[in-house]
């Protein structure tokens, strides 16, 4: 599941685009400010921003400035009622892929959307590593020093997104949103399939009231 930051303060067209593309699979986190956007950047990977320009605190442009400059090379589409040939080159120099034109059909911003994520990441190897461990997402096999090991299902679909969002701090609600469809996973459950991925080799961290991580292989 892709996952998303959406930057619009405007209340009636962030709703709307929070709940199509939650409709079309995306998972969204919709902010409002420039500040707001750049804090989540840092607490989370997202797979795309898609970036109001007139918002407070800071602008689009500058932020995305600000992220580019820090390294952050997510996809970013721009979506804003600017139209003046000035305001796109602006865009495009601070480092935007992608704009789009208020008002504007739906389905071509998904068009758009679908269309960065695979460029950026369709064409990436299936086969997710960590240390001597390689989990071949497509066939679902992992092996260890070329070995096979079976790993139960839920932990391996645990597994999957630790790999994913490696070094990003998961929280129960995060983990039973991608995993359980949305139903809460209690924490005693939780600590025990952590425990079986801890013991077939995973360092995971437990930041106590916050969520887990999984750290470098040693």
């Given amino acids: 599941m892709s996952k998303i930051l959406l930057m619009e303060d405007d209340e009636t067209l962030g709703e709307t685009l929070k709940d199509l593309l939650e409709n079309d699979g995306f998972k969204v986190v919709w902010v409002k400010s420039g500040e707001e956007a750049l804090d989540e950047s840092f607490k989370s ?17 500058e932020l995305l400035s600000s992220l580019r400059s820090s390294g952050d090379e997510t996809p970013t589409i ?7 040939i000035d305001s796109l080159s602006k865009g495009f120099e601070s480092g935007a892929d ?3 034109k208020k008002p504007f059909d739906f389905d071509e911003l998904l068009v758009r959307i679908n269309a960065l994520i695979h460029k950026r ?3 990436s190897s299936s086969v997710l590593e960590y240390g001597n461990i390689k989990y071949d997402i497509k066939s679902e096999n992992i092996t260890k020093d070329g070995e096979p090991i079976h790993i139960p299902p839920f932990e391996k679909r645990l597994l999957k997104l630790f790999l994913q969002r490696r070094g990003e701090v998961l929280s129960k609600e995060d983990i039973s949103y991608e995993l359980a469809n949305g139903e809460s996973v209690s924490d005693q459950a939780l600590r025990v399939h952590v425990n079986k991925l801890r013991k077939a080799g995973f360092i ?3 930041l106590r009231g ?6 470098d292989p040693e």
């Avoid at 721009?78 to 003046?84: C, E, G, P, V």
């Fill in 45 to 61: 990977r997202f797979d795309l921003f898609l970036l109001d320009v007139k918002v407070p605190d800071i602008d689009g442009f």
């Fill in 78 to 84: 721009f979506i804003t009622a600017l139209t003046d």
């Fill in 98 to 100: 992608d704009y789009i």
């Fill in 121 to 123: 990441y369709g064409t």
């Fill in 204 to 206: 995971i961290a437990n």
């Fill in 210 to 215: 916050i969520g887990y991580r999984l750290e």
